[in-house]
Nanobody, 124 residues
């Protein structure tokens, strides 16, 4: 599975961005998709995850109420709508696929396919 993330950029605090991540290659079957981020000098942080049918969604505490994850299986794409952005949201955002587990995990090593990352910078 190859993952291509896009949609990052520079935005002022309070603004919005929408990230997309398109999957290609061997994408048959059921899999969880998720977003993580890594800020400079910090560990990789779970942002959001979504089950195959969208029935189960999980958010990291720092983004609850501001970010929304969704997916379109026909397009093999997962989205992350980010509203009310804060400077502390500045990070490289990565999409990931978990083809092995039935439940959404917040642990990065549980995901076995990763995109290249897209930079999000929020200015104050």
């Amino acid at each position: 599975v190859q993952l291509q993330a896009s949609g990052g950029g520079l935005v002022q605090a309070g603004g919005s961005l929408r990230l997309s991540c398109a999957a290609s290659g061997r994408t048959s079957g059921v899999y969880i998709m998720g977003w993580f981020r890594r800020a400079p000098g910090k560990e990789r942080e779970f942002v959001a995850g979504i089950s195959w049918n969208g029935g189960n969604i999980l958010y990291g505490d720092s983004v609850k109420g501001r970010f929304t994850i969704s997916r379109d299986n026909d397009k093999r794409t997962v989205y992350l709508q980010m509203n009310s952005l804060k400077p502390e949201d500045t990070a490289v955002y990565y999409c990931a696929v978990d083809r092995q587990n039935a439940r959404i995990s917040t642990i990065a090593r549980m995901y076995n396919h990763w995109g290249q990352g897209t930079q999000v910078t929020v200015s104050s």
